[in-house]
């Protein structure tokens, strides 16, 4: 089984989550040396926005390993098992 941190179908938004991370520091910075403390918070809160979207997806990432090791496990045992994947973006 391959060890990854995100489900394939979150990656590409965990790496936007990511970049906005990686990008808004240097602009909270700024604001705050001028001053502008109201748009350094909107600042701080889209950084934790995006912890918080990374870390549901890892969460996310978590509960399908763990179904399928039982899924595994389960047909190790002869147990005649299939994981079926729905798409919850309806």
């Known amino acids: 089984m391959k060890l990854t941190l995100f489900r394939e179908e979150d990656f590409e938004n965990a790496?936007?989550?990511q970049k906005i991370i990686e990008q808004i520091p240097?602009?909270?910075i700024n604001h705050t040396k001028q001053g502008n403390y109201a748009a350094a918070e909107l600042c701080a809160e889209e950084i934790i926005?995006?912890?918080r979207e990374i870390r549901k997806m890892q969460g996310a990432k978590r509960e399908h390993d763990k179904?399928?090791?039982l899924v595994e496990?389960?047909?190790r045992q002869g147990i005649?098992?299939?994981?079926?994947?729905i798409n919850a973006s309806n």
């Open 15 to 17: 790496c936007r989550e």
């Open 26 to 28: 240097d602009e909270l």
């Open 49 to 51: 926005e995006s912890i």
């Open 67 to 69: 179904l399928v090791q």
């Open 73 to 75: 496990n389960l047909t």
């Open 80 to 85: 005649e098992i299939e994981l079926v994947k």
